[in-house]
């Protein structure tokens, strides 16, 4: 009877052990599914968002993003080397932002 006690008292550890780490897995995996929801929403809340400023999806708008990007590191180059050259601090204008 003391080894049945022993026995169950493992069983019931072993039992215990193993629903901990259901519990455990089973807290990880609906972690993961409202993780994964959310990321979900968010992707459709930037697909409506880059819409809202004129472009089909995400990778048109990063596409035109990337170009405007280097347009203005090209543009700020200039400049860096426009005032280097005549040691003006005022910037030249510009004809393309619709000035003038």
Not at 29 to 36: P, S, V
Not at 37 to 42: K, L, R, S, V, Y
Not at 53 to 58: E, H, L, Q, R, T
Request: glycine fraction near 6%; charged fraction near 25%; proline fraction near 1%.
């Amino acid at each position: 009877m003391l080894l049945a006690k022993a026995g169950r008292m493992e069983f019931t550890a072993d039992w215990e052990k193993a629903l901990a780490e259901y519990q455990g897995k089973t807290a990880y995996n609906c972690l993961t599914a409202d993780i994964c929801n959310a990321i979900a929403n968010m992707k459709q809340d930037l697909s409506h968002i880059v819409q809202e400023y004129g472009c089909k999806n995400v990778k048109d708008f990063l596409t035109e993003y990337r170009t405007a990007k280097a347009e203005s590191n090209d543009y700020q180059s200039a400049v860096a080397k426009w005032m280097q050259q005549t040691g003006d601090e005022t910037e030249p204008e510009s004809d393309s932002c619709g000035k003038g």
